[in-house]
């Protein structure tokens, strides 16, 4: 299974924000949008991403506020990618390893979409899923054994 594999049934729907916003404004966003991350863009190009992760330790650092804080200060400026051609072993090991909950799908330098931890988990599991019932099917129409010859 491939990352499209992953953003055909997810779709392409993305939430950016411009590194120099505020970081309440990016909040405000992820907050009605019900999302777990922004990708920062700026002149076209990925140069960030923000994660509730960055937004948490922007909140304690500050005090308990965001204050006057900038998204360029907190976000990630090195975040994982991947393609769309990526294997999903792989994006399973990449975020594993660097504890990344959300990572974006370039397709050179083009945006293609994110795909977060949930996303990865759930085409698993609806793999299995369907392997599952194709093995039971298959079992289920197992044909019967004809006797021995004598």
């Not at 966003?29 to 992760?53: P, Q, W, Y």
């Amino acid at each position: 299974m491939k990352v499209s594999d992953i953003l055909r049934v997810k779709g392409t729907t993305l939430y950016t924000t411009g590194p120099d916003r505020p970081l309440a404004e990016a909040l405000t966003l992820m907050a009605d949008m019900d999302i777990g991350s922004l990708v920062v863009m700026e002149h076209g190009d990925l140069v960030g991403m923000l994660t509730f992760r960055e937004v948490i330790q922007a909140v304690v650092k500050n005090g308990g506020s965001v204050g006057t804080t900038i998204v360029r200060t907190v976000m990630d400026d090195a975040p994982l990618t991947c393609t769309p051609e990526t294997d999903m072993d792989e994006v399973r090991r990449m975020m594993l390893m660097r504890h990344a909950r959300y990572m974006p799908v370039l397709e050179r330098r083009t945006l293609m979409g994110v795909i977060s931890f949930y996303d990865v988990a759930k085409a698993v599991v609806d793999s299995q899923d369907f392997e599952n019932r194709m093995l039971k099917a298959y079992i289920r129409d197992w044909p019967a054994e004809k006797d021995p010859p004598p």
